[in-house]
């Protein structure tokens, strides 16, 4: 079993970072991706099993915006095992965050990636969703390409909320760890109120590893959170166990493993649900 392999009990194994969908579901307007296949729940908490996985985190994903009815039915009937993030419209009101807050929703994924224009997020309905969302201890959950981080991380961190980082920051596949994006997150990650997924490395090149290691290198190993993005929508030929052991290659020391694939998600996610 991967737990063996890691030395790592389920309980303490998070996965930070996974889509649960139904092929039913209504699709917004010219989504990136659009499955024509269910992967649920179930599906999802089988393959965590087989893989000695004993928690997860659910994102809500793009192609659904924010219709995020089947997520919170998942996460609410599983709140022993799981945690979402959904995405919401800046008008949202206090006792719908209230409400999610009770079915075990932990974040509001801001998904900004391949648009024309980036949202104005210094409005006033964004500037109070982000207030109720740090008052309630939530967390924004941000996933954009590198080259957006150094003019969006300024204006998140005024929010005061957690903020998490999808995909290693997605930097510049040409400039790396020297790109300004990779930079920036790495400013963020000095302010003590960030974190980043390491997943989706999949979808990051060769050079998924390289940011990986200068980011433990950089002493943010209490930062960063393993993660699959299982079901690898778009390259749904991934193993799930091929996102294990490209983490276990990558971090051979045992208390950086058992830190970045559960301890410090447990701390993020498992913590804040009243």
């Known amino acids: 079993m991967t737990n063996e392999v890691a030395n790592i009990s389920p309980k303490?194994?998070?996965?930070?970072?996974?889509?649960?969908?139904?092929?039913?579901?209504?699709?917004?307007?010219?989504?990136?991706?659009?499955?024509?296949?269910?992967?649920?729940v179930e599906d999802y908490l089988k393959i965590l099993d087989d893989h000695g996985v004993g928690l997860a985190?659910?994102?809500?994903?793009?192609?659904?915006a924010d219709y995020n009815d089947?997520?919170?039915?998942?996460?609410r009937k599983n709140q022993d095992r799981l945690r979402g993030t959904v995405i919401l419209e800046p008008t949202v009101e206090r006792y719908v965050l209230e409400q999610m807050n009770k079915d075990g929703?932990?974040?509001?994924?801001m998904h900004l990636i391949g648009l024309d224009k980036l949202p104005d997020i210094t409005t006033?309905?964004?500037?109070?969703?982000?207030?109720?969302?740090?008052?309630?201890?939530?967390?924004?959950?941000?996933?954009?390409?590198?080259?957006?981080?150094?003019d969006l991380m300024p204006l998140f961190e005024k929010t005061g909320a957690k903020l998490v980082i999808d995909h290693l920051g997605r930097p510049d596949p040409a400039e790396g760890i020297n790109s300004e994006g990779f930079k920036t997150m790495v400013r963020s990650l000095e302010t003590g109120n960030t974190?980043?997924?390491?997943?989706?490395?999949h979808r990051l090149g060769a050079k998924a590893s390289?940011?990986?290691?200068?980011?433990?290198?950089?002493?943010?190993?209490?930062?960063?959170?393993?993660?699959?993005d299982c079901p690898f929508v778009g390259d749904e030929g991934t193993p799930y166990k091929s996102t294990i052991d490209w983490f276990l290659e990558i971090v051979p020391d045992p208390d950086h493993r058992k830190k970045i694939m559960g301890l410090n998600a447990l701390e993020l996610y498992f913590s804040s649900v009243t």
Request: proline residues 5%.
């Open 124 to 150: 006033f309905a964004y500037r109070r969703t982000f207030r109720r969302i740090a008052d309630q201890g939530w967390h924004i959950h941000i996933h954009t390409e590198g080259k957006n981080l150094p």
């Open 12 to 40: 303490e194994l998070v996965d930070a970072h996974a889509h649960v969908f139904l092929a039913g579901m209504p699709l917004r307007d010219n989504p990136r991706h659009a499955p024509t296949y269910d992967f649920t």
């Open 105 to 109: 929703i932990v974040g509001v994924r």
């Open 210 to 228: 390289d940011y990986l290691k200068e980011l433990i290198r950089l002493g943010f190993v209490d930062r960063l959170l393993w993660a699959s």
């Open 70 to 75: 089947y997520l919170i039915d998942s996460v």
């Open 57 to 64: 985190v659910l994102a809500a994903a793009s192609p659904w």
């Open 195 to 201: 974190w980043v997924k390491a997943s989706g490395h």
